[in-house]
């Protein structure tokens, strides 16, 4: 997604977008309790959200996305949940997913976005659990693939292996 704000001001919209939707209204504090950031700094960010028309703050009222406002944090939203997904499904544990989604999803192009995103999709409405996510977890575990038909690199496999990897490893060749 191009466009002419900053990170942080995605980020701004993305939080406000998040409280709205869980509280229905969004409050200084909120955004606060959100992003880890002091109030005066948040104020200053929304004052210039308001000025370019994503928001409107009215000071002892809170704040509400406009139309644009509103957009612009659910298509952040959006990248920030396909990433995040996307990262757990290849193994990186949940908080340093959650940390780089925060990063990635300002930089990626929409079509790289679209093309994760349909993978994501495809693999959470598989019929059945993907061998080769299995396949792929005993790769990064071990540095080999299980599939490979050395005998004598699959004892060493075999014996590195605890019985649900050697479970999953047993489907090589099997359809995927």
């Not at 977008?17 to 960010?45: A, F, N, W």
């Not at 703050?57 to 957009?71: F, I, P, Q, S």
């Not at 792929?136 to 080999?144: P, Q, V």
Request: glycine share 6%; with cysteine.
């Amino acid at each position: 997604m191009k466009s002419d704000l900053s990170r942080k001001a995605e980020d701004y919209l993305e939080a406000v977008y998040v409280i709205s939707q869980e509280k229905g209204h969004v409050r200084i504090r909120d955004i606060c309790k959100e992003l880890g950031t002091k109030p005066p700094s948040v104020v200053e960010m929304v004052k210039k959200l308001n000025d370019r028309g994503y928001l409107i703050y009215k000071k002892n009222e809170g704040l509400y996305l406009t139309a644009e406002g509103e957009e612009i944090g659910r298509i952040i939203k959006d990248r920030h949940d396909t990433i995040f997904a996307f990262l757990k499904f290849i193994g990186v544990p949940e908080q340093v997913a959650d940390e780089d989604a925060c990063v990635i999803e300002h930089e990626l192009h929409t079509k790289t976005v679209e093309q994760i995103k349909s993978l994501v999709s495809f693999i959470e409405t598989a019929p059945d659990h993907p061998q080769w996510l299995d396949h792929f977890a005993i790769f990064c575990e071990l540095g080999k693939h299980p599939c490979i038909k050395d005998a004598r690199l699959s004892q060493t496999m075999a014996a590195q292996m605890g019985a649900e990897m050697r479970r999953k490893a047993d489907h090589c060749g099997s359809n995927d």
